[in-house]
């Protein structure tokens, strides 16, 4: 499946480098996407990093800022009327996500986190979802695992996650359980489902006896222990299900996929003000 996945990133990476390079032609200019760090979150400097090099590799820049949380703001709100910016990224302590997340012109938020884009999602529209569930969703394609009236438990319900992953799910027609730190039967729900995807924060939550034969586990869970990257789920559940690796398996997208949604965003733009659809 390693393999696959790679093969799958090249492919991603060539058709994103492509439209990056129509837009610059366009445009006459690099996309430009500012990662705003907001008091100390250490955890996303490695992130935030491996953003800036993937942009480089790609003909995006990658702007990155930080400052205390009143800086930050001015930092979003400055970068939401600058029209040399075409997408901001937020990094700040989960706790204070959504007062900042809330401040993103809808636009410009690529990781589809403001009220605008998620509200956006439930009521089935187009806009720009968060990352991770679309790497979840492009795993499934990859496997051409089909979710359509089949059984899935998403463990996990955060907003970046689990949530969004559930409505990204439900429209393609799952039969979706969302099981989180307050579930009591996680092993029996776990038994019943043919596809699992597991976003937890907790290495090695699914063990397997929780799973029946050639079930699907889709593992989001990047966790260091030991100073190793460890899932979600245990390994020797690949031995019985079908189990997306860690690291390289739904990691390998995501920074793929936010960039994806700077470029629908900057073509919904340029079709906007052109009336171009050939963009
Ligand atoms: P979070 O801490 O915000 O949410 C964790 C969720 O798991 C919560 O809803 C909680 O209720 C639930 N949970 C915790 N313990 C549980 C248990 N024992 N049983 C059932 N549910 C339990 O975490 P998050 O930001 O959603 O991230 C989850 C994991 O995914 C982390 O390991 C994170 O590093 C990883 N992650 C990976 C990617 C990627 O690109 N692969 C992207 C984002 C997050």
């Not at 994103?16 to 390079?21: A, L, P, V």
């Not at 993103?104 to 569930?133: F, M, Q």
């Not at 899935?152 to 969004?164: E, M």
């Not at 869970?221 to 979600?232: P, R, S, T, Y």
Request: aromatic content about 4%; hydrophobic content about 40%; glycine content about 10%.
């Amino acid at each position: 499946m390693k393999d696959k996945i790679k093969e799958r990133k090249k492919e991603i990476s060539r058709r994103i480098k492509e439209e990056i390079s129509l837009i610059t032609s366009k445009i006459k200019r690099a996309p430009v996407l500012l990662s705003v760090k907001i008091g100390e979150d250490p955890s996303s400097d490695v992130y935030r990093k491996s953003l800036f090099r993937l942009g480089q590799k790609l003909g995006i820049e990658v702007v990155l800022r930080e400052g205390d949380e009143a800086q930050g703001k001015k930092l979003i709100e400055e970068g939401n009327r600058d029209n040399g910016i075409d997408g901001i990224i937020v990094h700040c302590l989960r706790e204070n996500l959504l007062y900042f997340t809330q401040l993103l012109a809808p636009e410009k938020d690529v990781e589809g986190l403001s009220p605008w884009n998620l509200g956006k999602l439930i009521r089935g529209e187009d806009a720009l979802y968060p990352a991770t569930p679309l790497s979840v969703l492009e795993i499934l394609d990859l496997l051409k695992f089909d979710p359509v009236g089949k059984r899935a438990l998403i463990i996990g319900r955060s907003l970046i996650v689990g949530k969004p992953l559930f409505l990204l799910l439900l429209r393609r027609h799952a039969t979706i359980t969302v099981a989180h730190s307050k579930t009591r039967n996680l092993k029996e729900l776990a038994l019943n489902s043919e596809l699992i995807v597991v976003a937890a924060g907790r290495a090695g939550l699914l063990k397997p006896d929780m799973v029946r034969e050639g079930t699907l586990v889709i593992d989001v869970g990047i966790n260091v222990v030991k100073g190793e990257i460890k899932g979600d789920v245990d390994p020797a559940v690949g031995e019985k299900a079908i189990l997306t690796p860690v690291p390289g398996g739904v990691g390998t997208f995501t920074s793929y996929m936010l960039f994806s949604n700077l470029i629908k965003s900057m073509r919904r733009k340029i079709e906007g003000e052109t009336g171009n659809s050939a963009i």
